[in-house]
């Protein structure tokens, strides 16, 4: 299963809690079927049918079929940087 380091986990914390209309949701990642494109990331209000729901140091994110197959073994990480980006990472789980 998908783990989340804190970094990530505070990361999909702090975009949910930006949007109001979706603070019980969490960030859903798509698998896009593209080996240029990878994945797809997005904010979510709710998981869609199907989707693996991965909840971790208190952040929720929405995995689709592919993308909970995928990451099955991977740890999602994230930077945060000081104008308020962010930039996500997958590694494997040690």
Do not use: Y
Not at 2 to 7: H, K, P, S, V
Request: aromatic share 4%; hydrophobic share 40%.
């Amino acid at each position: 299963m998908l783990t989340l380091t804190e970094n990530a986990a505070t990361a999909v914390k702090t975009i949910i809690a930006q949007l109001p209309e979706a603070d019980q949701g969490g960030v859903r990642i798509r698998d896009t079927g593209s080996q240029e494109s990878g994945f797809e990331l997005a904010v979510a209000s709710a998981p869609e049918t199907g989707d693996q729901v991965v909840e971790d140091h208190g952040a929720r994110v929405f995995l689709d079929d592919g993308a909970n197959t995928a990451l099955d073994d991977r740890v999602l990480d994230a930077e945060m940087n000081q104008d308020g980006s962010v930039r996500f990472a997958i590694a494997s789980q040690s």
